[in-house]
């Protein structure tokens, strides 16, 4: 199956790079770029990529707004996997409460930005160890009975993907494929 990719980033050079990378990989298809939010739910909503990628901060419309909006648009059946420079608790939670499928740092290796794809357009969760450390500082803190203020790991996730496998296999400091498996 060949995978159809919305690459979404403010800067060009970025976006010109993933695509290159993409663009080698003969079971993926880059339909379309976008540099800002808005331009991207454009993009996403004619073009139909299986999977967005998406910058977390880009202008006009930021990626996490950009993404809820997507996410809960009925008429598109769009995943997107959040991309970030940032290694940012708060830009995982967020991922995770607009209904991201994935969330990747930048400097993630190219093989894992690949895998990251395959994995989402095949509606699975792809998650690098930027989630997994969100998720057990969060469950650490839950379990200490610690008050958690803003927004936690929990908030964002819907009950069908939360298994007692994945919960041990975070909390434990199980690496991302471990927690992955558990999924």
């Given at each position: 199956?060949?995978?159809?990719?919305?690459?979404?980033?403010?800067?060009?050079?970025?976006?010109?790079?993933?695509?290159?990378?993409?663009?080698?990989?003969?079971?993926?298809?880059?339909?379309?770029?976008?540099?800002?939010?808005?331009?991207?739910?454009?993009?996403?909503?004619?073009?139909?990529?299986?999977?967005?990628?998406?910058?977390?901060?880009?202008?006009?419309?930021?990626?996490?707004?950009?993404?809820?909006?997507?996410?809960?648009?009925?008429?598109?059946?769009?995943?997107?996997?959040?991309?970030?420079?940032?290694?940012?608790?708060?830009?995982?939670?967020?991922?995770?409460?607009?209904?991201?499928?994935?969330?990747?740092?930048?400097?993630?290796?190219?093989?894992?930005?690949?895998?990251?794809?395959?994995?989402?357009?095949?509606?699975?969760l792809g998650y690098t160890d930027a989630?997994?450390?969100?998720?057990?500082?969060?469950?650490?803190?839950?379990?200490?009975?610690?008050?958690?203020?803003?927004?936690?790991?929990?908030?964002?996730?819907?009950?069908?993907?939360?298994?007692?496998?994945?919960?041990?296999?975070?909390?434990?400091?199980?690496?991302?494929?471990?927690?992955?498996?558990?999924?």
């Amino acid at each position: 199956m060949t995978a159809r990719v919305l690459i979404a980033d403010d800067q060009e050079m970025v976006r010109a790079g993933f695509r290159m990378l993409l663009d080698s990989q003969p079971d993926i298809e880059v339909v379309g770029e976008a540099g800002n939010g808005q331009v991207a739910l454009a993009v996403a909503r004619r073009q139909r990529p299986d999977v967005v990628l998406m910058d977390v901060r880009m202008p006009v419309l930021d990626g996490i707004a950009a993404t809820q909006q997507l996410i809960s648009d009925p008429s598109v059946d769009t995943r997107v996997l959040v991309l970030t420079t940032f290694d940012l608790d708060e830009y995982v939670y967020g991922a995770l409460r607009a209904g991201a499928s994935g969330f990747l740092l930048k400097d993630a290796p190219p093989e894992q930005l690949i895998d990251g794809i395959h994995t989402v357009a095949a509606q699975g969760l792809g998650y690098t160890d930027a989630f997994t450390i969100a998720a057990r500082n969060t469950l650490r803190n839950l379990a200490a009975g610690k008050v958690l203020s803003g927004p936690s790991f929990v908030d964002g996730l819907r009950v069908a993907e939360v298994t007692d496998a994945v919960i041990a296999a975070v909390a434990s400091g199980s690496s991302e494929a471990v927690v992955r498996r558990a999924v």
